[in-house]
Nanobody, 121 residues
Framework: QVQLVESGGGSVQAGGSLRLSCAAS????????MGWYRQAPGKQRELVAS???????NYDDSVKGRFTISRDNARNTLYLQMNSLEPEDTAVYYC???????????????WGQGTLVTVSA
């Protein structure tokens, strides 16, 4: 199976920056799409950004121009560079990875434990 470990969350003032990372461990045969989701208190979990193996990216309109998603395929690590943070960005951020694990019969989605990002005005 695959285990995801997230780091990089914290508290910053509006306009500040944070860099989140998500390291996938375990035996994987292949890793496909990777993405970041976030969930604010009392709200649904939403997709923030995703990136395919080849590097093509997709961003939610609310973070376009401010966030950058990237991946290190050799290390199965996902990153989210967050600049010009706003109070509305406050949420728990979750890493998601679609992978084919050794011993499995097909592709599955794996989730990180979540890392809290708090942006104060």
């Amino acid at each position: 199976q695959v285990q995801l470990v997230e780091s990089g969350g914290g508290s910053v003032q509006a306009g500040g920056s944070l860099r989140l990372s998500c390291a996938a461990s375990g035996s994987t045969l292949s890793v496909s799409t990777m993405g970041w989701y976030r969930q604010a208190p009392g709200k649904q979990r939403e997709l923030v950004a995703s990136i395919v193996t080849g590097g093509s990216t997709n961003y939610d309109d609310s973070v376009k121009g401010r966030f950058t998603i990237s991946r290190d395929n050799a290390r199965n690590t996902l990153y989210l560079q967050m600049n010009s943070l706003e109070p509305e960005d406050t949420a728990v951020y979750y890493c998601n990875v679609r992978a084919l694990a050794v011993g499995s019969l097909g592709w599955s989605d794996y989730w990180g434990q979540g890392t809290l990002v708090t942006v104060s005005a």
